[in-house]
Every structure is written in structure tokens, then in C-alpha cells.
């Protein structure tokens, strides 16, 4: 069935290093890659996103690359602050649905 | 007014009480979602309604039911919940312009069933 593997579970980074977040997804159909990211007691926050006509996407410090055949995509963040941590989730939707299908979650830890 | 709005913010119940949560929308949205979060878990979809009307209950229980009055409005009414139904209900909308499409959350309603 539908699937989103996200990695690592936990990352923890020091101030001013890079993290990356990694995703995997199973329904080929799947043409929109958001990525969200959610502090304690808020909303996901939707952060950066990318179609699948497109292999890169960069804002500022973050950027999100996406590979159609290995079916892979990847959150980067560059210059990481306190502030970057939270839980970032990806997510995968398929084409012709409306579903979006979200990976499990990463907890992004910046030390100051 | 680019806000999904969802009251109330928090909500104490009892197992046997009766409430609504609500979500507004006045961003032209056609499609409206329930997602059901645990804390340390991702969003976990519930319902969706498209043009009004629903389109995926992905096997909720029917002590959950929901509604959508108008494009703009979208209710979850809760009955007899169980202890382990506490958790952050949000709702979120997305255009339904066709193709991959943003989806908007709104801060959703953490609630508590004693």
C-alpha cells in the first residue's frame, strides 16, 4: 500500500551545521512533496514543497531534492539554528487523490 | 485571509458528553480535512470532504461524524469518546485546482477525554 519512510527518526546537529532528512515513497502515482515542519504544540507548518517535474528546489538555508526513479526525496538545511528545531515531517501525494500520505517524523535537535 | 481557523483551542470531555469541533476556511478551498495527531506521530487522516461532500472516511469510528455545512465550514461531532481518542484533532483545507497541491493546517484542537 501507500508508504513514506522517513530518516533518521532523531537528528541532532550543532549550530551551524548542515542536517539533511531523508524519505523514501512507495506510490509511483505520487507527484507533490511538501515538507512541514512542527514546533511543540503547533500546527504543521508547511516549509518548502516540490513537484515532480522539478529535481530541486531551494529557499534560503532550506532545499529539497527529489530523485522520481530511486523514489527518494530529501530535506536539506544549511547554517542550522535553535530555532530549526522541531519535528519535520515529510509527506507524498499521489496523483488523482486526496490523500497525503506523511512520513513518520523527525526530530531535529540544533545545540547551541 | 490565508488561515485555517479551528475552535475551541482545547476541550475537556467526558465519555459520555456531546461537542463539536469546528474549522473555517476563506481561502475558496473545495477540499477539507479531519486529521487525528498523537503526540511523537504524524497526522493521521480521518476524513475528507471535496465540493462538500465526503470523500474518504478512512474507517473512523462512528462516535466521530462529521460535517461540512458550506465550502467554508467544516464540523467534527463527537459522541461517547474513549480515554484514548485524546489527542490534537487538526483540520486542514487545499484548493483542489488539480495536480500536486499545498495543504493548510489550521492550529488545531487539543483535546482531553476523561
Same mark, same amino acid.
Given at each position: 500500500g501507500e508508504n513514506v519512510e522517513q530518516h533518521p527518526s532523531t537528528l541532532s546537529v550543532q549550530e551551524g551545521d548542515s542536517a539533511v532528512i531523508k524519505c523514501t515513497y %512507495? $506510490? %509511483?502515482?505520487?507527484n507533490y512533496f511538501p515538507w512541514y515542519k512542527q514546533e511543540l504544540g503547533k500546527r504543521p507548518q508547511l516549509i518548502i514543497d516540490i513537484r515532480s517535474n522539478v529535481g530541486e528546489k531551494k529557499d534560503q538555508r532550506i532545499a529539497v531534492t527529489l530523485n522520481k526513479t530511486a523514489k527518494h526525496f530529501s530535506l536539506h538545511i544549511t547554517e542550522?539554528?535553535?530555532? $530549526?528545531s522541531a519535528v519535520y515531517f515529510c509527506a507524498a501525494h499521489p496523483s488523482g487523490t486526496y490523500k497525503y500520505i506523511f512520513g513518520t517524523g523527525t526530530r531535529l535537535k540544533v545545540l547551541a | 485571509d490565508t488561515e485555517v481557523t479551528q475552535t475551541p483551542k482545547h476541550l475537556v470531555m467526558g465519555m459520555t458528553n456531546k461537542k463539536s469541533l469546528k474549522c473555517e476556511q476563506h481561502?475558496?478551498?473545495r477540499a477539507m480535512y479531519w486529521y487525528k495527531q498523537k503526540a511523537k506521530k504524524p497526522p493521521e487522516l480521518m476524513f475528507v470532504y471535496s465540493y462538500e461532500k465526503l470523500?474518504?472516511? !478512512?474507517?473512523? #469510528?462512528?462516535r466521530f461524524s462529521p460535517e461540512c455545512p458550506n465550502s467554508s465550514l467544516l464540523n467534527l461531532h463527537l459522541h461517547? =469518546?474513549? #480515554? !484514548?481518542?485524546s489527542a490534537l484533532y487538526l483540520c486542514a483545507s487545499s484548493p =483542489?485546482?488539480?495536480g500536486g497541491e499545498t495543504q493548510y493546517f489550521g492550529p488545531g484542537t487539543r483535546l482531553l477525554v476523561l
Open positions: %512507495s $506510490d %509511483s502515482a505520487s542550522t539554528q535553535p530555532e $530549526d | 481561502m475558496g478551498h470523500s474518504i472516511n !478512512e474507517s473512523v #469510528p462512528s461517547a =469518546l474513549q #480515554p !484514548e481518542d =483542489l485546482s488539480g
